[in-house]
C-alpha cells in the first residue's frame, strides 16, 4: 500500500495532537513550527482544563459540561461536536496524566478541580497556574519521542506561506519559507492540518504571544478556506496593561476565590488594603449574585468597562479595577496560583498576595476560525484540516474558561486520524502531482517576497501595525457601533493601500525577520477586514459580540454562523444554520440559576 | 550620565554565524515601564542609530513576552536574563545587550540552541506511554511529591543555566544543569521511574553528569528558581548508586 504522507502546521497543543495521532497510526509526518515548538503559545494558558470528572461529588456530568458550554457561547456553535469533546474530556486528563503532567493533587492521591467561570462545578484540573505549559511540555515529550524513533520529522524555524493546491481544487502540499536563510520551498502532502492559533496580532496588543497574528489562517483564507464567525473575539477581563503586552491574569484567581472590586469613591486616594469593606463595590458580586466573580468572560468584560466608562467608577480615575487575593493564604496562593502571581510581581515590582492587582480587559481570543465541518474538522477545501484555536466549531459567542485546552486537544486528536484516512482514500497522491504545481505556487511567493523588498515604499511596517492594532481595539473589541466599525474598515483599507508602498528597513537574505513580519502584516489586515465587516454585518448581541443599538439576543435573524468566503479578491459573507439538535435555545443569564 | 528622557542602548551585533560582531548604539524615548523588547521594538520602528546612521532592526528570538516560552534569553549588562522581564528602570545605562556566547550566533541577538532539544533527545525526557487510546487513570501521586516535581517541570530551555556554566566551553560539551534536573523530574514519576535506569545511563555517557564542576552558578542564574543543584546532587548520588550496583553485580 502507498504510504501517506501528512504535513501539521503549528506545534502548539492541537497540532502536538494530531501529529502523536499520526504516527500512532504509523504513518510519517512533517511538524512545521515557527517557534521551536516547546515556545509555543500554548505554553501561556494558566488557569486549566475542563473535565466533569465529578471529583469532588458534586453530581457534575458530562451532560452538564455541555450544557454549560452551549449557554456560555450563547447557542452559537453546533452541538454535536461540543457534546462529543465534553464526552471526551474525562478520558483526555486521564491521557494527560498518564504522559506525567504535574496535576495538583489531593490528599488521596487523586487528581484537584478547581471552579471556573460560567460553571457552578469544580470541574477544572490545574498544574499550579502554568497549566498550558505542562500540558505542552507532556505532548511535546511525547512527540519528541516519537522523532526519535523517526516518525515526525520536525521542521522549525519555518513559516508557512501558502497552500499547494491543484487544477482539481485539492490541496497538495505547502509552500514555507525557512526563516534563517529566507529559501522558500514547497513541500508535497497528501493532507495538511493546520494548528496555527490565535490572531492576537490584528489588535495590536493582546494576551497573545508574538507568533499569533493569523497569517496562516488569512492566507488560506485567501485560497479559499471559509472563515466563520470571525467577529466573535473574546476580551478577557482580567489583563495587566503593559505597551508590548496585555499580561493574562488568569480567571483562576477568582477561581480560588479571588474578588473584582472598586473603591465606592473613585477620589479615594488610600492604599487599597486601608479602603474598609464597607466603602469597598464589588460590582460583580452585586450585579450577579449567582456567579458571583465567576461570569463567563464576555460578562466581565462589560460589568468592567461599564464600572470605568458609565458609572467612572475606576480606580482613581483611570481603566482598572482590583483584582484581590490578599485574603487568600500565602500557603494556598503559592501552591495554587504561583505563577501568575509571579508574572505580576516580575513584571510591576508589586507583591500581589500583599496588594490587590490592578487590571483591566484585553483581547485574549478568537471564538470564530476556519470553517470545519461538525464530523473530522475538515475544511471546504478537500485535504486541508484544521484544529485548536484557528478554527471555529467548539466555543460559540463565548468561550468558557478552560474549556480552550480541551478544545485543542480534542480537535488535534480528531484532526491527525482524519487526515491520515483521507490521505489513505486517494487514489492519487501527492507524489502524481505535477512538480509544475508546486513550482507555480513557489514563484508566486517569491514573487511576493521580492514585491516587498524591492526599495521604491514609504510605508513602515511597524507603524502601519500600530495603527491597525489601535482601530481594531477601539472599534471592534467590547462595544460595537456600526457606525465605528464602518470607520474601521474604512482605515483598514487605507491601511492596506499603504501596504502597497512598503519600505522594508531590512533587505538583506538571512534571518530578516522583517520580511517575515511585512508578510504577516498583509495577511493581518484582510483578516481584520473579515473581523469588522462581519461584526458590521450581524445586528444583535450575542455573547462576546456587543451593539449597544442592537442590545438582546436575535435568535428569529441571527442563531446562525457566519462563513466569509472570498471571492475575486473581495470578502463575501454567507450565513448557514445552527445545528441545536440537542440543546433548545433559552435566555442567558447569570444573575440567577440557568 | 544619559539624559533622564532617553534611554541609551549598546547592542552587539552580527550579520549571520560567521559575520564578525560590532556594536551599535541607540538613544530611545523613555516612557515607563519599558522593558528590553520595548527597545527593540522602538529600534525597528526608527533602525537609526545614535550617530544618526540608518541601520536595520535588530533580530532576536521572542513569542511568550511573560517569561514562559523561554526565547527572548540574552546578556543584558553582562547577565543571562530574559528581555522581556528586564525592566529598563531596574538597568544601568548605557543598557548593553549581547547573545548567548556558548551558543552558535544565528544573527544578532537571536542564538541556536537546538544542542538542548537533542540532549533531551538522549536522556529519553519522556513517560513512555503504551498509547493515547483509553487505558484509564495514571498512577496516583502523593501531594507531597507533586510539589516537589512540578517546579522541575517548568524548566522553559531557556538555556541560562548553560550560559554562566564554566563547564560549557568550546572544549567540553557539558550537557548542563537543565537536562540533568529532567530526569530527576521523570526518574521521580511512577511509570518514569520504571525507566530510570536508562536515563541515568545517558546521563553518565561523555559531557554526561560527571562534568559538573560544581560552580553553582546555575541555580543563581535560572529564571524559574528551579532548584538546579539540588537536582544535580540528587541525580549525581542515583548515577553512583547505579555505577556501584553495576560494579558489584558486572
Known amino acids: ?594 | 550620565m544619559p539624559d533622564a528622557k532617553e534611554v541609551i542602548v549598546r547592542v552587539k551585533r552580527q550579520v549571520s554565524p560567521k559575520g564578525t560582531p560590532y556594536w551599535e548604539e541607540f538613544a530611545l524615548p523613555w516612557r515607563p515601564a519599558m522593558n528590553v523588547i520595548i527597545c527593540l521594538r522602538d529600534i525597528a520602528e526608527n533602525p537609526v542609530t545614535r550617530e544618526g546612521q540608518r541601520t536595520t532592526p535588530i533580530s532576536y528570538d521572542s513569542n511568550c513576552l511573560e517569561e514562559v516560552c523561554g526565547s527572548c534569553a540574552m546578556l543584558i549588562n553582562g547577565k543571562a536574563r530574559m528581555a522581556c522581564s528586564a525592566l529598563v528602570d531596574k538597568l544601568d545605562q548605557p543598557i548593553r545587550l549581547e547573545p548567548f556566547s556558548k551558543f552558535p550566533v544565528v544573527r544578532d541577538l537571536a542564538v541556536d540552541r537546538q544542542f538542548m532539544f537533542e540532549s533531551l533527545k538522549r536522556v529519553k525526557s519522556w513517560i513512555p506511554i503504551d498509547g493515547t487510546y483509553d487505558l484509564g487513570e495514571g498512577p496516583r501521586m502523593a501531594p507531597e511529591t507533586q510539589e516537589k516535581a512540578y517546579p522541575l517541570s517548568r524548566c522553559i530551555s531557556c538555556g541560562s543555566c548553560l550560559e554562566v556554566c564554566p563547564q560549557v566551553n568550546d572544549n567540553n560539551k557539558f550537557i548542563g544543569a537543565a537536562i540533568i534536573s529532567q530526569v530527576r523530574l521523570f526518574n521521580m514519576h511512577p511509570t518514569g521511574a520504571m525507566h530510570a535506569k536508562e536515563r541515568i545511563a545517558a546521563l553518565m555517557e561523555p559531557g554526561g553528569i560527571q562534568d559538573c564542576a560544581n560552580a553553582q552558578n546555575c541555580v543563581k542564574a535560572c529564571p524559574k528558581d528551579i532548584p538546579l543543584t539540588e537536582s544535580i546532587a540528587e541525580m549525581n548520588r542515583q548515577a553512583w548508586k547505579q555505577a556501584l550496583v553495576g560494579w558489584l553485580v558486572g
Open chain 1, 1 to 594: 500500500m502507498r504510504q501517506p504522507k501528512i504535513i501539521v502546521v503549528g506545534g502548539g497543543l492541537a497540532g502536538l495532537m494530531a501529529t502523536i495521532r499520526i504516527a500512532e497510526a504509523g504513518v510519517s509526518v512533517d511538524l512545521f513550527s515557527i517557534v521551536p515548538v516547546k515556545r509555543s503559545h500554548s505554553v501561556c494558558a494558566q488557569g486549566g482544563i475542563n473535565a466533569a470528572k465529578n471529583q469532588k461529588g458534586e453530581g457534575d456530568t458530562t451532560w452538564k459540561h455541555f450544557d454549560d458550554t452551549i449557554y456560555g457561547g450563547d447557542f452559537l456553535a453546533n452541538q454535536p461536536l461540543v457534546r462529543r469533546m465534553c464526552e471526551a474530556a474525562p478520558g483526555i486528563i486521564d491521557l494527560l496524566d498518564r504522559m506525567g503532567v504535574m496535576f495538583n493533587r489531593t490528599p488521596e492521591g487523586l487528581l484537584d478541580y478547581r471552579r471556573f467561570g460560567g460553571t457552578m462545578y469544580h470541574r477544572t484540573a490545574f498544574a499550579g497556574a502554568t497549566t498550558g505549559q505542562q500540558l505542552l511540555y507532556a505532548l511535546d515529550e511525547q512527540v519528541r519521542r516519537h522523532e526519535s524513533e523517526d516518525r515526525v520529522k520536525k521542521y522549525e524555524g519555518q513559516t508557512f506561506l501558502s497552500a499547494v493546491i491543484d487544477g482539481g481544487g485539492v490541496c497538495r502540499g505547502i509552500c514555507a519559507m525557512d526563516l534563517r536563510s529566507m529559501e522558500v520551498k514547497t513541500y508535497p502532502a497528501d493532507a495538511v492540518i493546520f494548528c496555527t492559533g490565535g490572531i492576537g496580532a490584528i489588535f495590536g496588543r493582546s494576551t497573545n504571544s508574538v507568533v499569533c497574528t493569523g497569517s496562516a489562517q488569512s492566507a488560506l483564507f485567501q485560497q479559499g478556506v471559509d472563515y466563520a464567525n470571525g467577529e466573535f473575539i473574546q476580551v478577557h477581563p482580567t489583563a495587566i496593561p503593559g505597551e508590548d503586552k496585555l499580561r493574562l491574569m488568569s480567571e483562576s484567581a477568582r477561581g480560588e476565590g479571588g474578588r473584582v472590586w472598586v473603591p465606592k469613591n473613585p477620589a479615594d486616594t488610600r492604599p487599597a488594603r486601608s479602603i474598609p469593606e464597607a466603602e469597598r463595590f464589588y460590582f460583580l458580586e452585586d450585579w450577579y449574585p449567582k456567579y458571583g466573580n465567576l461570569v463567563p468572560r464576555d460578562i466581565a468584560t462589560r460589568a468592567i468597562h461599564r464600572i470605568v466608562y458609565q458609572e467612572r467608577l475606576g480606580i482613581a480615575g483611570q481603566a482598572a479595577v482590583y483584582l484581590d487575593v490578599t485574603h487568600i493564604s500565602r500557603e494556598v496562593l503559592d501552591r495554587k496560583l504561583e505563577g501568575i502571581l509571579e508574572i505580576y510581581e516580575k513584571f510591576l515590582g508589586v507583591d500581589p498576595r500583599e496588594e490587590p492587582m490592578k487590571v483591566f480587559p484585553a483581547m485574549h481570543y478568537t471564538m470564530g476560525g476556519m470553517w470545519v465541518n461538525s464530523e473530522d474538522q475538515a475544511t471546504n477545501v478537500p485535504g486541508i484540516f484544521a484544529a485548536g484555536e484557528c478554527e471555529y466549531q467548539y466555543h460559540g459567542a463565548n468561550r468558557l474558561g478552560a474549556n480552550s485546552l480541551v478544545s485543542c486537544i480534542f480537535g488535534g486528536g480528531l484532526a491527525g486520524p482524519a487526515a491520515v484516512k483521507y490521505a489513505r482514500s486517494l487514489e492519487k497522491g501527492a507524489e502524481s502531482t505535477s512538480t509544475g504545481v508546486y513550482e507555480n505556487e513557489r514563484k508566486r511567493q517569491e514573487e511576493k517576497n521580492q514585491a516587498l523588498i524591492s526599495p521604491d515604499g514609504t510605508e513602515n511596517p511597524m507603524t502601519i501595525w500600530r495603527e491597525l492594532g489601535d482601530v481594531m481595539t477601539e472599534h471592534v473589541t467590547v462595544t460595537r457601533i456600526n457606525k465605528d466599525l464602518q470607520t474601521a474598515d474604512v482605515k483598514i483599507r487605507e491601511l492596506l493601500e499603504r501596504y502597497g508602498r512598503i519600505n522594508l528597513s531590512d533587505r538583506t537574505k538571512w534571518s530578516n525577520q522583517t520580511l517575515n513580519f511585512a508578510r504577516e502584516l498583509g495577511n493581518m489586515l484582510v483578516l481584520a477586514r473579515v473581523v469588522t465587516l462581519g461584526a458590521l454585518e450581524r445586528n444583535e448581541s450575542r455573547g462576546a459580540h456587543y451593539k449597544p443599538d442592537f442590545p438582546e439576543r436575535d435568535d428569529a435573524n441571527w442563531l446562525k454562523t457566519t462563513r466569509a468566503k472570498w471571492r475575486n479578491g473581495e470578502i463575501r459573507f454567507g450565513y448557514e444554520p445552527v445545528d441545536i439538535s440537542q440543546i433548545p435555545p433559552r435566555a442567558r443569564r447569570y444573575d440567577a440559576a440557568k
